[in-house]
């Protein structure tokens, strides 16, 4: 089968790129190499994929016509939306950016999924959705009307777009809320790999709501493994969804999301003792207030993934953060 991936020099594009042609499958990459994070990083990433069964077009979401041929010429069956503006706090900086690709470049992902007889489209949501919302662990199931950043916003206005276009046009969609993604060819601008630099560099961290933070960090090859055994499952319609009491996670029309978290949330401070714990050094740590748009905790209930597809992220976190650190030592030549 063909898949295209868009993102695919991104984190977890280029990730799931490698899975799907070492599954069997040829795959098409679209992504814009912009320099929100080092571009080396992003064309080093695309050295480790196989070329035999991978073809790459360097395009912007937003760029309608080109989007629109290269659907038409390469006729994918099933589509995976990773790319996106990404970043909470950078949401603050340059709002616009967050509406230019995750808004309307996600708008011409579904209208080519819409007019090339895609099977299936997948699309990255984010945990950051849930916003307020106190009640733990995270359901697919929770309202999530309260977001307290742009970009949280703009994933969920990617949900109800792609409800639409399921309801209208019977697209099958299938949005993923991931949870703290981390490991190695991670991005830059992340805790995991800021924290190693600084720690490494004997440089000082910034620990925000006082080291009071929880995350549900989930391995970058558990997300993988959970988008390809989805790509074939395509969201069907929930014959028992009614109108007067609304499940938010699926529809009479063919559409579902998942939650995809390590459904265990880890203490920031275990966290960096992980990190510390590997590199055999400790860190300075600068104690601050919650920025705005973070949240103090993310959980993931991941059952209805568990029950759909048998599998549920379990890799455990110093386990995760060792692959993380073995990978950023030898890519960057240093030796501890």
């Avoid at 989930?218 to 055994?229: G, H, L, N, P």
Wanted: with cysteine; net charge negative.
């Amino acid at each position: 089968m063909k898949v295209l991936i868009t993102g695919v020099a991104g984190f977890i594009g280029s990730h799931l790129a490698r899975k799907m042609i070492m599954l069997g499958h040829e795959v098409v990459g679209i992504d814009n190499i912009n320099a929100y994070y080092s571009i080396q990083l992003k064309e080093d990433r695309l050295k480790t994929i196989d070329k035999n069964n991978f073809k790459f077009y360097k395009v912007n979401l937003e760029d309608t016509k080109s989007l629109h041929e290269i659907f038409e010429d390469e006729a994918p069956q099933f589509v995976v939306n990773l790319a996106a503006q990404a970043g909470v706090r950078y949401s603050l900086e340059n709002p616009k950016a967050y509406i230019d690709s995750n808004v309307v470049g996600f708008m011409n992902i579904l209208e080519c999924c819409r007019h090339y007889n895609v099977k299936h489209l997948i699309y990255a949501s984010s945990s950051s959705v849930y916003g307020a919302n106190t009640s733990k662990p995270f359901s697919t199931s929770d309202n999530v009307d309260h977001p307290l950043s742009l970009y949280a916003a703009t994933k969920k206005s990617n949900e109800l777009m792609a409800h639409t276009y399921s309801h209208l046009y019977n697209l099958p969609t299938t949005g993923l809320r991931f949870f703290t993604v981390y490991g190695p060819w991670g991005r830059p601008d992340m805790a995991l790999f800021k924290f190693t630099k600084a720690i490494v560099n004997d440089e000082v961290i910034d620990v925000y709501n006082h080291g009071n933070m929880m995350r549900d960090f989930t391995y970058v090859d558990d997300i993988v493994e959970a988008i390809s055994r989805l790509v074939e499952k395509p969201a069907q319609s929930n014959q028992s969804w009614r109108g007067d009491k609304p499940d938010p996670s699926s529809s009479y029309a063919p559409y579902k999301i998942y939650n995809i978290g390590n459904n265990s949330p880890v203490r920031l401070m275990e966290f960096v003792e992980a990190i510390e714990n590997k590199l055999g050094k400790k860190a300075k740590k600068n104690f601050m207030d919650l920025q705005p748009g973070d949240v103090p905790e993310t959980y993931a209930n991941v059952d209805d993934l568990f029950r759909d597809i048998d599998f549920k992220p379990e890799t455990k976190i110093q386990d995760g953060v060792d692959k993380f650190i073995d990978w950023y030592l030898d890519y960057y030549k240093i030796e501890v």
